[in-house]
């Protein structure tokens, strides 16, 4: 209060508001101090959230390792509690073979920067766990250790990552120094440089190590080194190269095949950098593709021939594309087949029939010392020994016998192989290899596809022969008009033909695999007779009749054989039964009658009509000379003319006598066919019903079909009789007749027709028609629906006999009660050709000459008309009415006659044993047949027996003579080629 006391007042009040100013000073510091140490909390609260949610474990301890702190993380990796952990030590979550390594960081702590990290793996709930500890110690100002924050992290799968890159690389490492396959890294330039190598790479290269290797250019292990830059080329612009098969050199010059693969490495700019590839040797590779290559091409040219000639081709019209395919696939230089033509038991003749040449191989196809060669004389008679048995001739040339050499190096072979061909158990023949210009060895594989080659030519021979037979037999049995049905050693039934199935009403379907029960007549086997089984056990066949039913329950008789059929063992294997039906034997017995009656009858007509031709050739002839002695202008030319027009009905006459005979065999020849159709549409109006009209729609068609007037006529009548039968009520016979053509765009229906030009005949008619059923049988010989009185069924069945003669087709279209339709197609053949002659002409158009004749027939007035007319045309005749005088007289003088004209029948001696006698005397005498009867006369006959000339009765002589003229005329040819007064034989 004293001190108070002596303040003024100014000093009291600066005192108070210092005072003053100061509490505000104390006031703001404790308002600031109340900010901060809030926002310390804040602090603190965020700090603990973030410590509390990290992943990685967080532990606090003191320099005597006690846990101060460890977050929940830590606590969740090791499976505790932090009431588990706190005041223990660190090395609670330490494995303790880790402890040595833990102190030691930890002991770096004490030095700056205060800091350490370590990696251990520790045993956890979930397994044992790698962890990465960071420590970290915060220190005092002296540097003394206040407490350590260590942080783990989990480095587990970072751990696994790092242990399977070493061991990646360890096993790149490996591979790279002992795969088998080499690999490089080189350089992008011109020639380029090994960047790296395998061991494996400079061992193909015959390189002793990789640093030699790696020394040479890349380019210069190329064997041609613009390959390496056109592969490189090749990288570059498609970024890689896959099996590039490319052909390198080794250390030593040798070559071999490699297969490279490349990819071209760029930088982070995708600039090319280097290469890096793979290198895999495939020499061995290449040689294997190469054999098997070979082997496939044998192989395929195995099967090619094997398609060919076992499918069911004709295997000589294949063996041409065969051979060059086995010869293109040995790689040959001929491939050839010979076949025996001639044998003996002591030698073999063979000629060479098919023939495959490489280019520039001279073909042997025309070498006429391979025709019909002797092997013996030819000095291959070791060939003949060897095939016999079946065995192989192989070798080089230079090792055969000399008599061989001579002979196959004029053909320019060094080496040859050929193998035997066998029909069954029978040399037929050998098929051969050649190696020209250069020798070679054959290996197995050419030895074996020969033999494959001629086991297959064999078969086929041996099948198309086989073939033929069976086709023979199928043809048989098929077209036989009686039963033939097979039952198999169980019973069943294998086989029916055709005339089965007419007889029986059966269908194959319905019969084959079945039991024959149904041949039995209600008691299955009980009908068949009783010594059926014994006959068949002791003789095997058995001959007689039994009784059948057939499926319209209709009982028959048949007559025939059952056979048995047994294998090598004697077991049976088969059954054959062949049957007729005999139901009808009266009625067929009764037409027997008939038919030996018209024999009969054809005998004596044929032999009337024989002595009417000679007549006739008399009559016909003494005419003709008749008329060439007079003018055009005399009187009774006119009527002569007349006699010999009905001389000419008289023949045709005479011709259908002998047709109806069977003494004349009907030849075809080019035959104008409209005037026949339309003569036998009159035949038909005059024979036709009152209630029938027909209607004829006929062009003039020029072109000429190969038939004779009888097969037309024969057709038309028995057409127009069955539409007559089948229109009894009335109706329309229509006949149309036209030509036309079809060729492979324009038909396509289902008549087996070629393209071509055809006559087309049409028989229509407006009847009561045919059903599918009926129409399939109308062909079928004795298949009528005519009474007995009315036909035997023979029309239909005759007219599609003709027409397959004539090589047409005929089809039917008919529909219950609208009427049948016939069409009928012949083949258009060639215009007939008159023949040439050569001779001078006389004026009554005969042919002159002055040769001398020798005539013989037994004909008296045949053989004097003759002299008297060839003499007249300036031959000189001698006739014979006796064939032996007439031999007697040639034997005596044969040079005397330039040509012998002779009738066929003629009693002692027939034309041609006077022909063959005569030419025993002179081989080349020219001939002429004259006969009445033309059977057998075929082009092929007369050629066989050196007829020159055939003329049929009746004749006159300008016939003779026109024959003379063109035999002496084909004589004349040939005597141009050589010496002889008969040197024309040609037939």
Not at 787 to 807: F, K, M, P, Q, Y
Not at 830 to 847: H, I, L, M, Q, T
Request: aromatic share 8%; net charge negative.
């Amino acid at each position: 209060m004293d001190g108070i006391r002596e303040m003024t007042r100014e000093q009291l009040c600066a005192e108070v508001q210092r005072l003053r100013a100061r509490l505000n000073d104390m006031e703001s510091a404790r308002n600031e101090k109340n900010v901060a140490l809030k926002a310390l909390m804040g602090n603190e609260t965020r700090y603990r959230l973030l410590v509390e949610n990290q992943t990685e474990m967080i532990v606090r301890f003191d320099i005597e390792y006690r846990i101060l702190y460890a977050s929940p993380s830590c606590l969740r990796t090791f499976g505790l509690r932090e009431e588990d952990v706190l005041g223990k030590s660190f090395f609670l979550f330490i494995c303790p073979k880790n402890r040595e390594s833990i102190l030691a960081s930890l002991k770096a702590l004490e030095e700056p920067p205060h800091e350490s990290r370590n990696e251990t793996r520790e045993e956890t709930p979930s397994g044992w766990r790698w962890f990465e500890w960071h420590s970290k110690a915060r220190v005092d100002e002296s540097g003394a250790i206040l407490d350590v924050i260590s942080v783990g992290r989990d480095v587990t799968d970072r751990h696994h990552a790092l242990e399977a890159l070493r061991e990646s690389e360890e096993r790149y490492r490996d591979l790279m120094r002992n795969v088998p396959v080499g690999v490089f890294r080189t350089s992008l330039g011109v020639g380029g440089r090994y960047l790296a190598a395998n061991p494996a790479l400079a061992k193909l290269y015959g390189y002793d190590s990789v640093e030699e290797l790696m020394a040479r250019p890349v380019a210069e292990q190329y064997a041609l080194p613009e390959d390496r830059e056109r592969w490189a080329k090749e990288v570059l612009d498609g970024e890689t190269l896959e099996g590039k098969e490319v052909l390198l050199r080794r250390r030593d010059g040798s070559t071999f095949w490699a297969s490279v693969s490349a990819r071209v490495i760029r930088d982070k700019n995708g600039v090319p950098r280097l290469f890096d590839g793979t290198l895999r040797d495939i020499t061995a590779q290449k040689s294997y593709e190469t054999a098997i290559a070979r082997r496939d091409s044998t192989l395929e040219a195995i099967t090619f021939a094997a398609e060919r000639f076992l499918g069911g081709r004709a295997w000589r019209n294949e063996i041409d594309a065969v051979l060059a395919r086995l010869g293109r696939a040995t790689a040959c230089s001929r491939a050839y087949i010979f076949e025996i033509t001639s044998r003996t038991e002591e030698d073999v003749r063979a000629s060479q029939r098919f023939e495959w040449t490489a280019d520039g191989i001279a073909p042997q196809m025309g070498n006429p010392e391979l025709q019909d060669t002797s092997l013996r004389e030819s000095g291959f008679e070791r060939w003949s020994h060897l095939m016999r048995k079946g065995e192989t001739v192989r070798g080089t040339v230079s090792s055969f016998p000399r008599s061989e050499q001579e002979a196959l190096s004029r053909q320019g072979i060094e080496a040859l192989l050929a193998v035997p061909i066998f029909d069954e158990d029978t040399w037929w023949g050998f098929i051969g290899f050649d190696a020209c210009g250069s020798s070679r060895v054959w290996s197995t594989l050419d030895e074996d596809t020969l033999r494959i080659a001629a086991k297959v030519i064999g078969a086929a021979i041996t099948r198309t022969r086989t073939e033929e037979r069976r086709r023979q037999l199928e043809l048989i049995i098929e077209q036989s008009d009686e039963a033939v049905i097979t039952i198999n050693a169980h019973g069943l039934v294998e086989y029916v033909n055709p005339a089965f199935t007419r007889l029986m009403g059966y269908t194959a379907k319905e019969v084959l695999g079945k039991a024959p029960y149904f041949l039995g007549t209600g008691k299955g086997f009980e009908r068949f007779p009783e010594d059926l089984w014994p006959a068949l056990h002791k003789q095997r066949v058995w001959r007689g009749r039994m009784s059948h039913l057939r499926k319209d329950r209709a009982t028959i008789t048949t007559e025939g054989t059952v056979s048995i059929i047994r294998n090598e063992a004697g077991d049976a294997i088969h059954y054959v039964a062949v049957q007729r039906d005999v139901t009808d034997l009266d009625r067929l017995e009764a037409q027997l009658d008939h038919a030996r009656k018209m024999e009969s009858l054809g005998t004596l007509t044929g032999g009337i009509a024989h002595d009417f031709r000679n007549i006739l050739s008399t009559i016909a002839g003494w005419l003709e000379m008749a008329m060439g002695e007079m003018k055009p202008q005399d009187p009774p030319l006119p009527y002569l003319d007349q006699a010999a027009r009905s001389c000419g009905r008289a023949s045709d006459l005479v011709k259908k006598l002998l047709a109806f005979s069977r003494k004349e065999r009907r030849t075809h020849a080019p035959l104008s066919i409209t005037p026949v159709i339309r003569e036998s549409v009159q035949m038909l109006r005059m024979s036709r019903p009152g209630t029938v009209v027909i209607d004829e729609h006929i062009e003039e068609v020029a072109a000429f079909v190969s038939a004779t007037v009888t097969d037309i006529e024969q057709i038309m009548l028995n057409l127009g009789s069955n539409a007559f039968h089948a229109m009894r009520d009335g109706g329309t016979l229509t006949v149309r007749l036209r030509e036309v053509s079809y060729n492979t765009a324009d038909h396509k229906g289902s008549l087996p027709l070629k393209p071509g030009n055809y006559v087309q005949l049409v028989v229509e008619d407006t009847g009561h028609g045919m059903s599918r059923e009926l129409q399939q049988q109308i062909f079928d010989p004795f298949f009528t629906t005519k009474t007995r009185s009315e036909g035997t069924g023979l029309g239909l069945a005759s007219v599609h006999g003709i027409v397959r003669s004539l090589g047409g087709v005929i089809e039917v279209i008919s529909a219950p009660g609208e009427g049948s339709c016939f069409r009928i197609h012949f083949p258009v053949c060639d215009a007939p050709e008159a023949e040439r002659a050569n001779g001078v002409k006389a004026r009554n158009g005969a042919f002159r000459g002055n040769e001398s004749v020798m005539f013989v027939d037994d004909d008296a007035s045949m053989a004097k008309m003759m002299e008297m007319g060839l003499g007249a045309l300036g031959y000189t005749v001698e006739t014979f009415t006796e064939p032996d005088r007439a031999l007697a007289s040639f034997r005596r003088a044969p040079d005397t006659y330039d040509v012998l004209v002779t009738d066929q029948v003629m009693p002692g001696m027939s034309g041609l044993d006077l022909i063959q006698a005569a030419r025993a005397e002179c081989p080349r005498l020219p001939v002429v047949l004259v006969s009445g009867y033309t059977d057998g006369f075929s082009g092929e006959w007369l050629k066989t027996h050196q007829i020159n000339r055939l003329v049929t009765k009746p004749t006159g002589v300008q016939n003779v003579a026109t024959a003379i003229r063109a035999v002496m005329g084909d004589t004349a040819k040939a005597q141009s080629a050589g010496p002889g007064k008969h040197a024309g034989n040609n037939t």
